[in-house]
């Protein structure tokens, strides 16, 4: 059985992951969370603090990092855990041997397009002028966050980048998208980005069991949406990832 290590398993995708993958009855799962996770082997634990999590890395095959401070403030807060805590889980993944991470990113990391047209009218929910063909934003393209919370999510995918060159470590970021607890859009600009629980589940799956030859990639990943303007081709070609859901058929 395939070890999984997951961060953040109290959280809203680390719950719907770890049903998932319960579900499917093949992986070992275990968490490194700061609360208690019932019925899972657990090391609660600050990822701040690298002597102590790295017992939780030994023997494991993929650790899926999910765990992060989601709010731009405080600032110490996003210090410990978006950047040293992120530094210190490729660290520890190093250290220990672990084969792969799977970066949990964010859309975040380039919500600055939706200033300018066509992605600012999609948004705000204006789609009549829109043009045929929407111009999608691809994994190649440059970063724009706007906060402090989508700054670390690039500074996490640059880690993985040097992590996967300078140790072999295999780092696949995922980008995404906004996933409810309700599981349903709220508002104009979710119904472009929205990612329901299926999907975010499947995604990350798929990345647990991508070749092993995938050394480095990122994947933008949100549901199957008629106003969707990040690039699913990519996860389709590289991962099989073709989206079950829509934000139509949430609605």
Not at 152 to 168: C, F, I, N, S, T
Request: proline share 5%; glycine share 8%; net charge positive.
């Amino acid at each position: 059985m395939k070890k999984i290590l997951i961060t953040g398993m109290s959280g809203l995708i680390g719950g719907i992951l770890r049903s998932h993958l319960e579900t499917l009855g093949n992986y070992e799962l275990s968490a490194l969370n700061r609360r208690p996770v019932e019925g899972i082997r657990c090391l609660q634990a600050n990822i701040a603090d690298l002597n102590r999590i790295r017992p939780a890395f030994r023997d494991i095959d993929v650790v899926v990092h999910l765990a992060a401070h989601v709010s731009a403030k405080p600032w110490e807060s996003m210090l410990s855990t978006n950047l040293i805590g992120t530094r210190n889980v490729y660290e520890a993944a190093r250290l220990e041997g672990v084969r792969r991470v799977v970066f949990a990113s964010s859309g975040a990391t380039v919500k600055g397009f939706e200033d300018a047209s066509p992605y600012s009218d999609i948004v705000e929910g204006c789609y009549d002028e829109l043009p045929n063909r929407l111009p999608k934003l691809t994994h190649e393209m440059a970063t724009r966050p706007v906060d402090l919370y989508g700054a670390p999510k690039v500074w996490g995918k640059a880690l993985g980048r040097h992590y996967a060159h300078e140790y072999d470590l295999s780092v696949l970021c995922v980008r995404i998208g906004a996933v409810g607890k309700d599981n349903r859009p709220s508002g104009a600009r979710a119904r472009s980005v929205y990612l329901s629980h299926r999907d975010v589940a499947d995604i990350l799956h798929r990345c647990i069991e991508a070749p092993t030859g995938l050394k480095f990639d990122i994947f933008f990943a949100t549901s199957r949406n008629q106003w969707g303007f990040r690039d699913l081709e990519h996860p389709s070609r590289t991962l099989g990832f073709v989206p079950s859901d829509s934000a139509e058929g949430a609605i």
